[in-house]
């Protein structure tokens, strides 16, 4: 059996020891490359710890999925409440903001018009009983609403009040069958009425069958006196069709309305006299005509017929 | 020389397994130090010139670990010198060398003393590592005091593999 020799051994650990310390004291000076090192050491413990993270990560993934189920569920159940808390508040914003836009409208409109007008939401559509075309609104007697007040949107006119309770109000809407407002011309000035008829669009008579009418044409409300049931100036609509039968009295057309009658939200009830008729002001930009393009086509006539062929016209 | 390059790779997997497992699992106290078992227990069972070697090696990789911050040469100073202490208390105990209680023990006890010289050293050199020594020692001890056992007869039997080449000292050499 070998003895180790001691004092060699010790010679050899004071040896590694001092090696140690040189390496320490150079470390110090920053003259080993330490991250080089390291990096190798990555590179050769980096398959190894992948090997083992190849058995390991499962494991984990299991033994923590197992302690947390509890907690994972209740977590899921948390963030799915939240989840529909947010679902609502971002539906509500959006109802919001559109009635903030379609609120601007009116406003915009009832300003320019200088009518003094309360605006509403719109409770609820068609009535309880029959099929009369109206709309509730919330605000009633104790806003200063009362019947036969005309009630428009940003786009133009909706229709007039038929009832007033103390905190609501009904509007009949102006495609119902049985509502009727005078009516003026842009640019001419001509009178007529136009009446619901049930559907989206509005049928216009005009007294006088020898002025001329067009699509496109549009109208504004003619007023009525003290400002109701109709004040002046709100557009009505465009002439969309003209009955050209001759023979009759009057002349008749239909009129799609400015308003979209069936998406309303908020609207706004004029509550005072109109002291100067704005006119045609409250309309929107006339659209422009489309320019229809024209092409030129140069046509060069050909030279004279060739000897060839008038010989054979000759032969 | 074989003995050598037996132990490196050992070593290395202790390390990697170490990075990779051990220190990814939340343990109550402290990490156990799987690395530091397989060094010191292998030393203990080494002659004290290997086991001064390989202490030095083993050192040379801690403190070329991506994961360490501390000077180089730093750990390296502290596990030869350990390891060579071990490997003697080792040849004093010749009789139970391969017990796994007076293996754990003496691993065990190897392990504070590491980590007091690691402190030591750390103030010496003004490193910041040895500063929590206080905080992570009983953790690490008790961990080392409680896998040691269950390591110990893979590593007694590495050990002798490693030692069965002619001439070899250490335990084969002990016993024979």
């Not at chain 1, 609104?137 to 940003?154: C, F, K």
């Not at chain 1, 699509?215 to 504004?220: F, S």
């Not at chain 1, 400002?227 to 009505?236: A, T």
């Not at chain 1, 006339?286 to 050909?302: K, N």
Request: include cysteine; aromatic fraction near 8%.
């Amino acid at each position: 059996m070998a003895v180790p020799d001691k004092s060699r051994s010790r010679f050899f650990l004071i040896a590694l020891l001092v090696t140690a310390l040189i390496i320490v004291t150079l470390d110090l000076r920053g003259s080993v490359p330490g991250q080089t090192f390291r990096g190798v050491t990555k590179s050769v413990l980096a398959p190894i710890q992948s090997f083992f993270r190849f058995f390991y990560d499962p494991v984990s993934n299991f033994v923590s999925d197992a302690a947390n189920l509890g907690r994972t569920s209740q977590k899921i159940e948390e963030l799915e409440a939240k989840n529909a808390q947010l679902e609502e508040r971002l539906s509500r914003f959006n109802v919001l903001s559109r009635e903030v836009k379609q609120l601007k409208e009116v406003l915009d409109l009832a300003g320019a018009g200088r009518y003094k007008s309360v605006p509403a939401r719109v409770i609820s559509a068609g009535s309880a009983a029959g099929f009369s075309r109206t709309v509730e609104l919330d605000i009633g007697a104790r806003d200063g609403v009362s019947t036969d007040m005309t009630v428009i949107a940003g786009a133009g006119l909706v229709g007039r009040v038929i009832s007033v309770s103390a905190d609501t109000c009904i509007a009949l809407l102006l495609d119902d069958e049985t509502f009727k407002a005078g009516i003026r011309m842009e640019g001419s000035g001509i009178l007529g009425v136009v009446t619901g008829t049930g559907n989206d669009e509005l049928s216009l008579t005009l007294f006088d069958s020898a002025s001329t009418l067009k699509v496109g044409d549009r109208l504004v409300a003619r007023g009525s006196s003290e400002s109701r049931p109709f004040v002046p100036g709100v557009p009505v609509g465009t002439v969309v069709a003209v009955d050209q039968n001759s023979g009759t009295l009057t002349k008749t057309a239909l009129v799609k309305p400015f308003v979209r009658l069936n998406s309303l939200e908020v609207v706004a009830v004029v509550t005072g006299k109109v002291r100067v008729n704005p006119r045609d002001a409250l309309l929107p930009p006339a659209p422009r005509p489309t320019p229809t393009p024209t092409v030129t086509v140069y046509i060069t006539p050909s030279p004279e017929p060739s000897p060839t062929k008038s010989k054979k016209v000759n032969q | 020389m074989r003995k050598t390059l037996f132990f490196l790779p050992i070593a290395i997997i202790a390390l990697a397994l170490q990075n990779a497992v051990i220190s990814r699992i939340s343990f109550p106290f402290a990490d156990p130090s799987i690395f530091l078992i397989v060094v010191l227990a292998w030393a203990f069972l080494e002659d004290p010139e290997f086991a001064a070697l390989q202490g030095f090696i083993a050192g040379l990789l801690l403190d070329f670990n991506p994961l360490s911050v501390g000077f180089i040469g730093h750990w390296a100073f502290v596990l030869a010198a350990v390891c060579y202490g071990t490997s003697e208390m080792g040849v004093q105990l010749r009789s139970s060398r391969q017990s796994p209680v007076t293996l754990t023990v003496t691993v065990t006890g190897a392990l504070l003393l590491t980590l007091i010289l690691f402190a030591v050293t750390s103030w010496v050199i003004s490193a910041e590592q040895g500063l929590s020594f206080s905080r992570t020692a009983p953790g690490v001890l008790f961990w080392s005091a409680l896998v040691t056992p269950l390591l110990s007869p893979l590593i007694i039997r590495l050990a002798r593999f490693a030692q069965g080449a002619p001439g070899a000292r250490g335990i084969g050499a002990l016993n024979g």
